[in-house]
T-cell receptor
Framework: GAGVSQSPRYKVAKRGQDVALRCDPI?????LFWYQQALGQGPEFLTY????????KSGLPSDRFFAERPEGSVSTLKIQRTQQEDSAVYLC????????????????FGEGSRLTVL | QQQVKQSPQSLIVQKGGISIINCAYE??????FPWYQQFPGKGPALLIA?????SEKKEGRFTISFNKSAKQFSLHIMDSQPGDSATYFC????????????FGIGTKLQVIP
């Protein structure tokens, strides 16, 4: 597709379960970001990849959160032993450029994966 | 901590009126200030953006005003329409390194006929 694709769109998990959220960025986009958006809040940065390299994971709230992008394209955000406070929309965004600031750096977001932890 | 402060959190404007959303930042390393628009069930989409070397940027009915000395910027939506009803996020990106974008809390705009 032409845009950023995320799956599943909706996920309900019981507390303690592990979940995996997938992001398929726009083809050729170097940068990939994961954001967490709680209800009524702005997106909060979780982690950043440039190609397959995870250059910043400072926003991951705990060691239960893990992200990977092994081939520099599709990315997976994994949350282990989910807690109720993990309930949020997880947004993936991609951008054409990497460390080179020549471009505007526009972020293209997917529609998000809404996680509800019961 | 909230690096980009946004207000108001909600706004109701009559059709044809002007919608104004304000943002302020502290980090002087920020060098790019985009506004994103988000409709329910969708991801944010870039609306308009400005760099600190200009004081104003206009695209159609949307204008960003930027005050570098005050570290404030605002979005004005002229002739607001019901189709503009959405949540608007101001954001900022720091210079150097990669394009990490920090978002404000968002303003839910409702334009009533």
């Amino acid at each position: 597709g032409a845009g950023v694709s995320q799956s599943p769109r909706y996920k309900v998990a019981k507390r303690g379960q592990d979940v995996a959220l997938r992001c398929d960025p726009i083809s050729g986009h170097v940068s990939l970001f994961w954001y967490q958006q709680a209800l009524g809040q702005g997106p909060e940065f979780l982690t950043y990849f440039q190609n397959e390299a995870q250059l910043d994971k400072s926003g991951l709230p705990s060691d239960r959160f893990f992200a990977e992008r092994p081939e520099g394209s599709v990315s997976t955000l994994k949350i282990q032993r989910t807690q109720q406070e993990d309930s949020a929309v997880y947004l993936c965004a991609s951008s054409l450029s990497g460390l080179d600031f020549a471009n505007t750096g526009e972020l293209f977001f997917g529609e998000g994966s809404r996680l509800t932890v019961l | 901590q909230q690096q980009v402060k946004q207000s108001p959190q909600s706004l109701i404007v009559q059709k044809g009126g002007i919608s104004i959303i304000n943002c302020a930042y502290e980090n002087t390393a920020f060098d790019y200030f985009p506004w994103y628009q988000q409709f329910p069930g969708k991801g944010p989409a870039l609306l308009i953006a400005i760099r600190p070397d200009v004081s104003e940027k206009k695209e159609g009915r949307f204008t960003i005003s930027f005050n570098k000395s005050a570290k404030q910027f605002s979005l004005h939506i002229m002739d607001s329409q019901p189709g503009d009803s959405a949540t608007y996020f101001c954001a900022a990106r720091r210079s150097g390194g990669y394009q990490k974008v920090t978002f404000g809390i968002g303003t839910k705009l409702q334009v009533i006929p």
